[in-house]
């Protein structure tokens, strides 16, 4: 056994252990093998060695996190100090940061299938990244092309979705075509508005760096020098989904995300996503990636409800 004392040598306990302990408690049951006893600014550790100096190290980080952005929130807390339970791997370190978000936020890959996200888009121009709903593949998606665009590695970023809900044909709904369209597209906004502040997520919008439009206006064009990604793929038919991927051109990183378990279109119109593995498997610089159940970043309600169904096939 090994014993530890670590001193707040930044903010108060009540900034860090949060209002009631709430953030204090979440740390516990994060690391149950250890014996954490806070009084004050002082927090004891009992334990095994090697727990005793992961704590440390993470918590170190939590403590760098605050003394950077001036608070810390329960999303904070989970993704620094909290331990992949579904494959006994981390991922807290600062370099598995992807995006520095709005208010500190973390915006890192958690699970394992989200690191392989990271991995693959490094490595191939085109990724599929294919699996349930709330799985992260949209959200990591959207972090690697936002760190892109920080890196100033590529010059814009566009991201589309086939309005399959509304048929591509949006005649009938009231309203302007950004109207329209931001029912279907919410999810892409929802993240951007996670990992960039306001202002400048607006700006982007405006000048264009930031591109968010239905999947029937990339035809004809080509998206050189940017990074794209096409959402909810699985509701693009053939010709849709071969459209979309000609659109690549020089100095672009492509990202196909899709659920094959939720295909809307109707039933004679053939999903493109499920052929693409068979059609473009043997192509240098495609890669496939599958999330499922254990990718779950959501409510772990969530995973429970994926499983059931599953176990209906």
Known sequence: ??????????????????????????IK??????????????IKLIGEK???IDFEKRFDLLLLHFD????????????????????????????????????????????????????????????????????????????????ALKNKEVKRIILTRPAIEAGESLGFLPGDLKEKMDPYLQPLYDALRDMLPMQKFLAYLEDGTIEI???????????????AILDEAQNASESQLKMFLTRMGKSSKFIVTGDITQIDLPKKTLSGLLQ????????????????????????????????????LK
């Open 1 to 26: 056994m090994s014993e530890s004392i670590l001193r707040l040598d930044t903010g108060s306990p009540l900034d860090i252990y949060g209002p009631g302990d709430k953030y204090l408690n979440e």
């Open 29 to 42: 049951e994060l690391f149950p093998k250890l014996k954490i006893v806070a009084r004050g600014e002082m």
């Open 276 to 311: 693409t593995e068979q059609i473009l498997k043997n192509i240098k610089g495609v890669s496939f990636v599958y999330l499922d159940g254990r990718d779950v970043v959501r409510h772990k309600l969530v995973t429970r409800i994926i499983d059931a169904y599953n176990n």
């Open 213 to 227: 439009a239905p999947l029937a206006f990339m035809r004809g064009r080509t998206l050189g020098n940017a990074y």
């Open 68 to 147: 950077r952005f001036g608070k810390i929130n329960e999303d904070v807390v989970t993704q620094i100090m909290g331990e992949d339970e579904k494959n006994g791997q981390q991922s807290r370190k600062g370099e598995d940061v992807l995006v520095y978000g709005r208010h500190g936020k973390l915006i890192k890959a958690l699970t394992v299938n989200q690191k392989k996200m990271v991995e693959m888009s490094a490595e191939n121009d085109l990724l599929f990244a294919i699996g349930p709903a709330g799985t992260g593949k949209t959200y990591t998606a959207v972090a690697l092309a936002v760190r």
């Open 50 to 52: 090697k727990e005793v």
